[in-house]
């Protein structure tokens, strides 16, 4: 796994667009649903499917992330 810093100035853009424009519960909410409804409209086409398995698992995994740290709620018990 990689690391990755951000620049100050994309940190605190970062900080100000969750601090002012949206709840990360919500932002985390979205996410996830929007991950529900492309995997279900990427195994009704399996042309797509087939062609970009690996795009589209990365792509699953990196948006539940995402969800995750905004809104840890596979790591609760």
Not at 25 to 31: G, R, W, Y
Not at 45 to 61: D, G, K, P
């Amino acid at each position: 796994m990689s690391t990755n810093t951000f620049s100050k100035e994309a940190e605190t853009r970062l900080m100000n667009f969750f601090n002012n424009k949206i709840d990360p519960q919500e932002m985390a909410k979205s996410i996830r649903q929007v991950n529900y409804v492309l995997a279900l409209g990427a195994l009704r086409q399996h042309e797509t499917l087939q062609n970009e398995a690996t795009s589209l698992e990365n792509s699953f995994y990196w948006l539940n992330e995402l969800a995750e740290v905004l809104n840890p709620y596979l790591d609760l018990e």
